[in-house]
């Protein structure tokens, strides 16, 4: 379901005025910012955004926009899952790196002006969410057809061009202080990478702590602080992404998946995934359409 794996897709959206509520999600996401007068909360920083300025996070960390009442607030947004991205990067282009952006630091803040970039950037965030238009119009019921094919693979290539492009400018972030992240932001994001790769494993508070070489207590008031979440609802967040995304796009059975994305038990994976999406994973299964052999995929 696409909506699953890219949650917001819009180009200059215009708002006179927008009141947010600071928010977090596991989707990776890309904000550019047109015009008007905005501060923008990440965590404990605010950035007073200039026309032009991309925005790339996690999602994780709570954040969320205050546009001022007195101006047009003009923006675009691209979120996606990493679930959803990861098997384009990893088997067709052999780029996992172009992820790096959203995983090796928190969020980054790429002040474009007038950069050449800019123009491209933007062509490319108006194709996808025309094309994510025209998938979420001919249904997923449909995705088997080739003109869903055909849209579908057309959203995966202007992102992954998209990330190439965020890939490189943000490479100066990645070899610097970067002043914009604060020690504790960059210690919990070392917590949250940790997790990314270990998650399906047995997991508690003792173990993250002693693999990662830190007290569990200031550990888990750290991340509680800078996310707005405990260590181990991350740790589950995790599993159940990874789960959604074996029940819409393969063919495991329920024990299966459950025991790779790394719950310790098919009852509890029921238990907290219907908790989670009030439904359990086979109901959950039962409402996808059948799904594309990969022969047939685009």
């Known amino acids: 379901m696409m909506d699953n794996w890219i949650p917001s897709a819009f180009y200059k959206k215009r708002n006179e005025y927008t009141q947010t509520d600071f928010h977090s999600h596991t989707a990776f ?8 007068d905005c501060r923008y909360l990440i965590g404990n920083n605010i950035y007073y ?19 001022s009442p007195d101006v047009a607030y003009v923006r675009s947004v691209v979120s996606f899952s990493s679930e959803w991205i990861k098997p384009s990067l990893c088997n067709d282009i052999n780029l996992p790196e172009l992820l790096e952006p959203f995983t090796k630091m928190d969020h980054v803040l790429l002040r ?11 062509l490319l965030m108006e194709d ?6 025209n998938c979420d119009r001919i249904g997923h019921a449909n995705r088997a057809s080739l003109t869903y094919r055909m849209h579908e693979g057309k959203f995966k290539t202007s992102l992954i061009q998209l990330l190439m492009m965020i890939y490189e400018l943000s490479q100066s972030y ?16 070392q917590i949250k990478k940790w997790i990314d790769k270990n998650y ?7 173990s993250i702590a002693g693999s990662l070489a830190i007290s569990r207590s200031y550990m888990a008031a750290l991340f509680k602080e800078v996310t707005g979440l405990s260590v181990m609802e991350y ?5 159940l992404n990874s789960a959604r995304y074996m029940l819409e796009m393969e063919n495991k059975t329920i024990l299966a998946i459950s025991m790779d994305a790394g719950f310790e ?30 022969t047939e995929r685009f």
């Open 29 to 36: 996401e890309i904000y550019r910012f047109h015009e008007g």
């Open 200 to 206: 399906t494993k047995s997991l508690s508070l003792e």
């Open 128 to 133: 996808i969410e025309k094309t994510k238009q």
């Open 265 to 294: 038990s098919v009852s509890h994976f029921s238990r907290y995934f219907k908790q989670k999406l009030g439904k359990t994973p086979s109901e959950y299964r039962k409402l996808i359409p059948k799904k594309i052999s990969k």
């Open 112 to 122: 474009m002006g007038d950069h050449e970039f800019l123009k491209t950037i933007d």
């Open 49 to 67: 955004l200039q026309p032009g300025d991309i925005v790339v996070m996690n999602g994780l960390t709570l954040h969320r926009a205050f546009p």
């Open 174 to 189: 990645f070899h610097s202080d970067c002043d914009d992240c604060s020690e504790k932001e960059h210690r919990v994001f």
């Open 235 to 239: 740790v589950m967040l995790c599993r």
